[in-house]
């Protein structure tokens, strides 16, 4: 009898694509992919990036579901059930619990930043109906972000809608909403898309992205490019692991995996084809990169340009969207871990994920305001003179989820037997499988650990 998660199951290979893809999409790929290119040497940045997934990002990817599959529980738990099956060190655990710390870490700051994208859709929304336009953008992102009430208010916003979907189960929840917000994530990428091409500027936003110019390409290139692929799937925060304990048995995890890393890629890249012919044809520097453009430099190419507001609303309206799916999974493992050991209720155990994300939140609220002076000393490397948000960023980000993923690669190399392996990844012909393992125990661990000290000796 084919063993089952308690949380529900995916009802289909599709919808742990869809799941997973939501997952991995967030507001990362819509803008800063397409930056990270044009900085990087355009289409030789992009052709890196690729062998980064396949290096990286496909090997960790996979391991993280077979070892979310064969467990059938939240991380913790799931690796505590291995670690006692296979007679290895405890210690092993601790993989579950980087993660879920790191999500819910993220969880806290991601919110933040994606209430600015509610905000932006609710400013262009309101325009729609006769309100004032953005006349000064500046002024407006910054009013936003001196102002800790409002920012706490889509903060909450933001989380209300994460909880709502995740409280509603796997099922209900979770493939119900992706069902939905994938396809309307597409379909408003590719509506942006459309319009793009009628500036006149799609082929110059081409040969931006994808025409190669190996003379920018350098060592900080291939750190930036295996940083991107492994950030860009989700990986090491445990959000694979957990998605795929919800993965029925006869999937196959190698064909979705690649599924899943193509259309991570594809979305990445026709965000740039959605904003870089705006940009070029309104002469703004796409490689400044960031918020600055996202909610200043963009807002007054829209006050300018035919359809500008329905073009803002949709943009950020994609956005949010993009964070809204990213956000779920972000709170999933840590909810389905307080279902399991505390046996709280689905819906009580996500309130109580939220709350402390939101709670923790507060502080990336008050980095922007109340606590902008708290800062970390100038003069203490790699994180000196950052706020109480770059700081929790740095953290995340560039410290545990490489971590996460480096142990993840190592555990499901060395420590998980063969056998295991063969079974999870029975569609891949013994070669490939070899070939697999060989890359997960030696390939992708030295390069995650250059992700993970290159913070540390480079500038």
């Given at each position: 009898?084919?063993k089952t998660?308690?949380h529900?199951?995916?009802?289909?290979r599709?919808?742990?694509?869809?799941?997973?893809?939501?997952s991995?999409?967030?507001?990362?790929n819509?803008?800063?992919?397409p930056?990270m290119?044009?900085?990087?040497?355009?289409?030789?940045?992009?052709?890196?990036?690729l062998?980064?997934?396949?290096?990286?990002?496909?090997?960790?990817?996979?391991?993280?579901?077979?070892?979310?599959?064969?467990?059938?529980r939240?991380p913790?738990?799931?690796?505590?059930?291995?670690?006692r099956?296979l007679?290895?060190s405890?210690?092993?655990?601790?993989?579950?619990?980087?993660?879920?710390?790191?999500?819910?870490l993220?969880?806290?700051?991601?919110s933040?930043?994606?209430?600015?994208t509610?905000?932006?859709?609710?400013?262009?929304?309101?325009?729609?109906?006769?309100?004032?336009?953005?006349?000064?953008p500046?002024a407006?992102?910054?009013g936003?972000?001196g102002?800790?009430?409002?920012?706490?208010?889509?903060?909450?916003?933001?989380m209300?809608?994460?909880?709502?979907?995740?409280?509603?189960?796997?099922?209900?929840?979770?493939e119900r909403a992706?069902?939905?917000?994938?396809?309307?994530?597409?379909?408003?990428l590719?509506?942006?898309?459309i319009?793009?091409?009628?500036?006149?500027?799609?082929?110059?936003?081409?040969?931006?992205?994808f025409?190669?110019?190996?003379?920018q390409?350098s060592?900080?290139t291939?750190i930036?490019?295996?940083?991107?692929?492994f950030?860009?799937?989700?990986?090491?925060m445990?959000?694979?692991?957990?998605?795929?304990?919800?993965?029925?048995?006869?999937?196959?995890i190698?064909?979705?995996?690649?599924?899943?890393?193509?259309?991570?890629?594809?979305?990445?890249?026709?965000?740039?084809?959605?904003?870089?012919?705006i940009?070029?044809?309104?002469?703004?520097?796409?490689?400044?990169?960031?918020p600055?453009?996202?909610?200043?430099?963009?807002?007054?190419a829209?006050?300018?340009?035919?359809?500008?507001?329905?073009?803002?609303?949709?943009?950020?309206?994609l956005?949010?969207?993009?964070?809204?799916?990213?956000?779920?999974?972000?709170?999933?493992?840590?909810?389905?871990?307080?279902?399991?050991?505390?046996?709280?209720?689905?819906?009580?155990?996500?309130?109580?994920?939220?709350?402390?994300?939101?709670?923790?939140?507060?502080a990336?609220?008050?980095?922007f305001?109340?606590?902008?002076?708290?800062?970390?000393?100038e003069?203490?490397?790699?994180?000196?003179?950052?706020?109480?948000?770059?700081?929790i960023?740095?953290v995340?980000?560039n410290?545990?989820?490489p971590?996460g993923g480096?142990?993840?690669?190592l555990?499901?190399?060395?420590?998980?037997?063969?056998?295991?392996?063969k079974?999870?990844?029975n569609?891949?012909?013994?070669?490939?499988?070899?070939?697999?393992?060989?890359?997960?125990r030696?390939?992708?661990?030295?390069?995650?650990l250059?992700?993970l000290?290159?913070?540390?000796?480079?500038?």
């Amino acid at each position: 009898m084919e063993k089952t998660s308690i949380h529900g199951m995916w009802s289909s290979r599709m919808a742990f694509v869809l799941a997973a893809t939501g997952s991995a999409v967030g507001l990362g790929n819509i803008w800063r992919f397409p930056y990270m290119a044009s900085d990087n040497g355009g289409g030789a940045f992009v052709l890196v990036y690729l062998a980064c997934i396949a290096l990286v990002g496909l090997p960790i990817l996979m391991s993280e579901v077979l070892l979310g599959r064969h467990g059938r529980r939240s991380p913790v738990n799931a690796l505590t059930d291995l670690v006692r099956e296979l007679g290895a060190s405890k210690g092993w655990i601790g993989i579950g619990w980087i993660g879920m710390v790191a999500g819910v870490l993220i969880l806290s700051f991601y919110s933040v930043v994606a209430g600015w994208t509610l905000h932006y859709s609710w400013l262009y929304l309101s325009q729609l109906f006769g309100a004032a336009p953005i006349s000064d953008p500046g002024a407006t992102f910054s009013g936003l972000l001196g102002n800790p009430l409002e920012l706490s208010a889509w903060h909450a916003v933001f989380m209300v809608l994460t909880v709502g979907v995740v409280a509603l189960g796997v099922e209900k929840g979770l493939e119900r909403a992706v069902r939905f917000l994938m396809p309307a994530l597409f379909v408003l990428l590719l509506t942006l898309v459309i319009y793009g091409a009628t500036t006149g500027h799609l082929t110059e936003a081409m040969a931006f992205l994808f025409k190669p110019d190996w003379s920018q390409i350098s060592g900080r290139t291939f750190i930036d490019a295996m940083g991107q692929a492994f950030f860009t799937l989700s990986l090491g925060m445990c959000t694979m692991m957990t998605y795929g304990a919800y993965l029925p048995k006869g999937v196959s995890i190698p064909q979705v995996g690649v599924t899943v890393a193509l259309a991570d890629t594809g979305v990445a890249l026709m965000a740039g084809l959605a904003i870089f012919p705006i940009v070029i044809s309104f002469g703004i520097d796409p490689q400044g990169g960031g918020p600055g453009l996202i909610f200043t430099s963009l807002p007054h190419a829209f006050n300018t340009m035919p359809f500008g507001i329905a073009y803002g609303l949709l943009f950020f309206a994609l956005l949010s969207v993009a964070a809204w799916t990213s956000s779920i999974s972000l709170m999933e493992p840590a909810t389905a871990y307080l279902v399991e050991r505390v046996g709280l209720t689905r819906r009580k155990a996500a309130l109580v994920v939220a709350g402390i994300c939101w709670i923790v939140g507060l502080a990336t609220v008050f980095s922007f305001n109340i606590w902008s002076s708290v800062r970390v000393p100038e003069g203490v490397r790699v994180i000196g003179n950052k706020n109480i948000m770059d700081m929790i960023e740095f953290v995340a980000n560039n410290l545990m989820l490489p971590l996460g993923g480096l142990l993840i690669a190592l555990f499901a190399g060395w420590v998980v037997k063969r056998s295991l392996l063969k079974d999870e990844l029975n569609t891949l012909p013994p070669g490939l499988l070899a070939l697999w393992r060989w890359v997960v125990r030696v390939i992708a661990p030295l390069l995650v650990l250059a992700v993970l000290i290159s913070p540390f000796v480079l500038d």
